[in-house]
Structure formats: C-alpha cells, structure tokens
C-alpha cells in the first residue's frame, strides 16, 4: 500500500484538522488517517477532489512531481524552468537581476 506522505503535507500547511478534510471529501477522520497512513488506497476520485482543493496536480499528489503547479505552466514556461536548473548559481542571479530590471520598467 502507497503511503500518501503528501495529502499529510498539504492538509498540513493549509492548517487543517484531519476531520475537516474528511468531511470535505464525505469521510470519516479515522478513514481518511488511513488514507495519509497508507492503510487504505486512495480512489482516484478522492485524489481528485484534493487536488481541485489544494489546487495542485494529481501527479504531485501521487508523488511523480516534484512541482506543485506544473500542469498550469504552458510549453514556454516548463521550458523556461529546464533552462534555469541548467544554470549555476551566478547565472541565476545575473537572470534574476535582469528580469528585476525588466519588469521595473514595465
């Protein structure tokens, strides 16, 4: 069985109890621990249902995703992001100086 580390995190930094994302979904507290505990599989539609409320993708959900967000970005965007894990750490702030200069003076 999968343990769900993630639905812990994000229930977690979104202050909830256990029992409020239960209700949420139309579950007991102690069914869906069982979820974050790996004792119970979670049904796709429930992953879905958490992914709509913490607006995240299921794929970071199911832990294939280290982005929260990805499935938002469009082509350009993901590719912006790969070229910027390419960079070192000097480039990215020559990068991040430079698009500071840009949008000042927007």
């Given at each position: ?48 249902q958490l992914a709509d409320y ?13 982005y929260k967000f990805e499935q ?15 960079l070192t750490e000097r480039n ?15």
């Amino acid at each position: 069985m999968a343990e769900y580390k993630r639905i812990k995190d994000l229930r977690e930094d979104a202050d909830k109890t256990q029992g409020e994302i239960a209700s949420f979904l139309g579950t007991t507290a102690q069914h869906y621990g069982k979820y974050e505990n790996g004792i119970c599989e979670l049904p796709f539609s429930r992953a879905i249902q958490l992914a709509d409320y913490y607006n995240v993708s299921l794929d970071y959900i199911a832990g294939r995703s280290e982005y929260k967000f990805e499935q938002s970005l469009d082509a350009s965007e993901i590719c912006l992001i790969k070229m910027w894990r390419r960079l070192t750490e000097r480039n990215k702030g020559k990068v991040e100086f430079l698009t500071e200069s840009l949008l000042s003076g927007q």
